[in-house]
């Protein structure tokens, strides 16, 4: 059972560089979302898709873009890394979009920008 | 849109006794309560959940209770063990636009049960 894969698991990367992180999950889920962990500032939501060829921001959207090409993969990518983006990032998804139903999470990517 | 306050912050049991952690919301159409346990280094996982047409929902040592009068909603651990130590994270759907919703997560709290 994979669920949501995310790679990698973590990456040190210089300021300024492009990153782009993966996630694909194998659920046939029609929403997915991209969090950043920070400690005391609990999960915050960058970017959501609520079905394939569509996405939303979130509450802390900018640096970050995202695509959803079809329905198993949700890349967020950094097109000029910040030390603020060091962060825990996790990609989750849910069935449907709608407000009864639970997100399943990826195991994380720790990025850290030097 | 949904905002979700989630206390303590931090929460130190002795093992055996019971721990609770609280969550409040603002918008009175939530109906769908999540709790999440994060152990370190790893996802977040659903440990229980309750929909607004319930008051109180139990499911071995954990139960949740909401108060959709007062918008609050509690997790309750009973005969706590160290492998309960863990990150705990309250959610409410926040409503996007066209009919979808996102989850709206507590700021979470750390639990650590001393043997």
């Known amino acids: 059972i994979a669920g949501i894969t995310q790679a990698p698991t973590s990456q040190i990367l210089a300021a300024g560089r492009r990153m782009t992180l993966r996630c694909t999950q194998d659920m046939r889920h029609n929403a997915m979302y991209w969090y950043r962990q920070d400690l005391g500032l609990g999960l915050r939501l960058i970017h959501y898709s609520n079905t394939a060829g569509t996405t939303g921001k979130g509450e802390v959207p900018d640096g970050y873009s995202v695509s959803r090409a079809n329905t198993d993969d949700f890349p967020l990518t950094l097109a000029s890394a910040v030390p603020s983006q060091t962060s825990v990032y996790f990609c989750a998804s849910r069935p449907m979009p709608d407000s009864m139903t639970e997100a399943f999470f990826g195991q994380g990517t720790r990025l850290t920008v030097v | 849109g949904e905002n979700v306050e989630q206390h303590p912050s931090t929460l130190s049991v002795q093992e055996g006794d019971s721990a609770v952690i609280k969550c409040t919301y603002s918008d009175s159409a939530s109906n769908y309560f999540p709790w999440y346990k994060q152990e370190l280094g790893k996802g977040p996982q659903l440990i229980i959940d309750?929909?607004?047409?319930?008051g109180e929902k139990k499911d071995q040592r954990i139960a949740v209770t909401l108060n959709k009068t007062a918008k609050h909603f509690s997790l309750h651990i009973t005969e706590t063990q160290p492998e309960d130590s863990a990150v705990y994270f309250c959610?409410?759907?926040?409503?996007?636009?066209?009919?979808?919703?996102?989850?709206?997560f507590g700021k979470g709290t750390k639990l650590s049960v001393i043997p």
């Open positions: 309750i929909r607004s047409n319930v």
């Open positions: 959610a409410a759907p926040a409503y996007s636009g066209a009919g979808s919703y996102q989850l709206t």
